[in-house]
Each structure stands twice: as C-alpha cells, then as structure tokens.
C-alpha cells in the first residue's frame, strides 16, 4: 500500500455537517456533532470534558470558550461559535440535577 504524506484528511462539507447535526435525535447526539465538527474537538477531549471548563459567562465583547490545561499542543482555549444555546440548555439539566 503506497502511503501519499502530502495529502490532508478531508474535512467535511458544511451540507455534512448539517445532515449529521439533523440525524441526531436528542440534546447529547447535538452536542457531540457541535463539539467534534463546530468546535474541532478530539474524540478524546469530548469524552473528558467537564462543566467547569466551559466560560459561558463572559462581557458583550468576548465569545465564550473551553479551558483546557492540557492539550496536545499544550494549554489553551476553544472559542465556542457555534451551538451555545444547546450547550447552555445541556449544562442547566445538569445544575437542575443538583438539588
């Protein structure tokens, strides 16, 4: 088998995307496709996400983001662009379990 380095692993197209996003039946199946496609996400660092590392409560000027203190490239942040309201609506089920 002839391994070609020059060549990128295809990125999905946004209509890939959306299909995926509009298969998924419940809240945790969205934010699985926002948190690999939209905020670029490793399969890894979904599985070990925690509540305490989303910044959701930031100044009109700032978007919200992930803290993470150890990636691979080291520590750093993900802008959330895109699904925080789905993301915010997942997050109050867990403060509702808290009681």
Known sequence: MLVNDDIDTPCLATEHVRALYQATDDQEEHLLVLALCAWGLRPSEVARLHTRQFVLDVSTD?????????????PGQVTLLYGRTVLKDRLATFTDHDD
């Not at 978007?63 to 490239?73: A, E, G, H, S, T």
């Open 62 to 74: 700032e978007v919200p983001y992930i803290v993470f203190k150890d990636r691979k490239n080291g």
